[in-house]
């Protein structure tokens, strides 16, 4: 007869096991205690023409006690004609930790005699904790014209746990 597990093995301890090593990877936000969301959407503009091919803008930087669920990027980007943006992303200058970036592929939809223009409209779960900034960037072959953006999510706001009191 062959045996199904390792001697020793104990699924309880191994839930346990797994519990402890999860509840050492959440983040500080976690230990806090969620007190509202709320819809939260911003638009943001630039006009780079003639600048280069990088064209961006700061979107918003996160309040104390605060963190900030991105769940949609729409942007128009324009660039001189015969020209198509790279990709348009989302970019977060995290106060702690390595930087984060989301990026999305824009879909050419009209060519004028002034300018081309591309689309994004993306469906994403990118997160910011306080103090986090974030901005928005296109990059081209030459010259972008405009990058013009509507992002929208959620804003969480956190409290501290109340201690229970004792008798």
């Not at 104990?10 to 519990?19: E, I, Q, V």
């Not at 999860?22 to 983040?27: E, F, Y």
């Not at 689309?119 to 296109?138: E, K, P, W, Y």
Request: net charge positive.
């Amino acid at each position: 007869m062959f045996k199904t597990r390792p001697s020793g093995f104990s699924p309880r301890a191994l839930s346990l096991a797994l519990f402890a090593i999860g509840a050492m990877c959440l983040p500080a936000s976690a230990a806090k205690v969620e007190k509202s969301r709320a819809a939260w959407q911003t638009y943001v503009s630039a006009n780079c023409t003639g600048l280069s091919s990088n064209c961006g803008a700061p979107v918003y930087t996160v309040p104390a006690n605060r963190r900030l669920l991105v769940t949609n990027v729409s942007c128009t980007v324009s660039v001189s004609v015969g020209n198509v943006p790279f990709f348009v992303r989302l970019h977060n200058a995290r106060k702690s930790g390595a930087d984060a970036y989301d990026s999305y592929l824009p879909v050419f939809t009209d060519g004028g005699v002034a300018a081309d223009y591309s689309v994004v409209n993306a469906q994403t779960l990118f997160v910011a904790d306080t103090g986090d900034m974030l901005d928005i960037r296109s990059t081209a072959e030459n010259d972008v014209s405009s990058l013009d953006c509507k992002i929208a999510g959620e804003l969480i706001v956190y409290g501290k746990k109340k201690k229970k009191k004792k008798k």
